[in-house]
């Protein structure tokens, strides 16, 4: 592509020494102002999580930016689905139950950035694919740099769940989260159901969007808290279920293509002053929203890198390459480098890459 490829740095195990080298090799007093208050953003979890980000990474990660003159505080928004991070003090208080609280990170706050959800700014994007428009979460928009601490796995929309959806929907609000998700609405053709419930069990909220009314062995489907993900379309053996998105696409790649739209408003807005390291295991089939789902992986280490496009591909190729196939794909059924290319193509990174092992 002409220019020089970017630089994503691979540590194969994930201990202290090896972040504190990773860290030091994305050179971030050259990328962020001079005591810039700097966004460390991550998913801190739901009650049931189990392979989230540790806490003492984090820790670590805030410490160093201290060591650095800036100012960090430890921040993510909150979930547009009923749980434990459905509104700021709910979240809070999830966050401290999985070690995330202002005493044990240094003395920096924990921050929801978008309050209860309706906390935002509104940029308007010229170059984009799918949506023009994109609610930032309040103290992200308002920041003047971020780390993105990111564990990577799977995803049941998006396919994969790196860096880019880290920011894509983890740092916009609550209703950017709705505009985001909201690509089509499945169509259910009750005649054909057998009420076999795969399509429950692949349900990113089970037993909330989707039930078997047991009586009538058929599905019942509550429109109010589906996310559009796709899943139960893709798993039905009936033909039962269909999607109508105005347009004829696949909803997941309308899905990726708005991650991108996001992550590049936020990437605008913060002047391309972003890093991020992704913790490359544990890498179960599903999101960390959703209850720990099966591990689909063999753990492959940890990557660094200031191009969000270059650390998820070189992230996705890792996983593959330790499966020895692309399991992403044969896990999730979609195709989830889509969003890979699509924050290329809106300016966001590359996919082509200079791997170095520290």
């Not at 309050?115 to 308007?124: A, C, F, I, R, Y």
Request: net charge positive; charged share 25%; proline share 4%.
């Amino acid at each position: 592509m002409g220019a020089e490829k970017p630089e994503v740095f691979f540590a194969p195990r994930e201990d202290l020494e090896s972040f504190d080298k990773l860290f030091a090799s994305l050179r971030l007093p050259e990328l962020f102002p001079a005591g810039g208050r700097i966004a460390v953003k991550l998913h801190m979890g739901e009650t049931y999580s189990k392979y989230i980000v540790k806490p003492v990474f984090v820790a670590r990660a805030v410490e160093l930016l201290q060591q650095r003159g800036f100012v960090p505080f430890v921040t993510d928004t909150t979930a547009i689905y009923p749980g434990g991070r459905e509104n700021e003090k709910l979240y809070l208080k999830t966050a401290a139950g999985n070690g995330f609280t202002s005493g044990k990170m240094h003395g920096a706050k924990i921050v929801i950035a978008d309050g209860d959800g309706e906390k935002e700014v509104l940029h308007l994007l010229k170059k984009f694919l799918s949506l023009n428009q994109i609610r930032i979460a309040w103290e992200i928009a308002n920041c003047d740099g971020m780390l993105l601490l990111t564990h990577f796995k799977g995803h049941p929309q998006a396919g994969v769940g790196g860096a880019i959806k880290n920011v894509g929907m983890g740092c916009v609000s609550k209703k950017g989260k709705e505009e985001i998700h909201n690509v089509a609405s499945p169509k259910f053709d009750i005649e054909k159901c057998t009420g076999c419930g795969a399509c429950v069990e692949v349900c990113p909220f089970t037993k909330k969007a989707l039930r078997i009314d047991e009586s009538k062995k058929i599905v019942v489907f509550d429109e109010r808290r589906c996310v559009s993900c796709g899943s139960c379309y893709r798993v039905c053996k009936n033909d039962v279920i269909s999607f109508d998105n105005g347009g004829g696409q696949d909803p997941s790649i309308t899905l990726q293509n708005r991650l991108a739209d996001a992550t590049r408003a936020v990437h605008e807005r913060l002047s391309g002053r972003i890093a991020g390291i992704n913790f490359i295991r544990d890498i179960t089939k599903y999101c960390d929203c959703c209850k720990p789902s099966k591990i689909i992986a063999p753990d492959v280490g940890m990557m660094a890198s200031r191009d969000l496009v270059a650390l998820d591909q070189a992230s996705c190729d890792s996983v593959k390459s330790a499966a020895g196939r692309d399991i992403f794909l044969e896990e999730t059924t979609v195709e989830g480098e889509v969003q890979m290319s699509s924050a290329q193509a809106l300016g966001v990174g590359r996919r082509d890459y200079e791997l170095k092992k520290i």
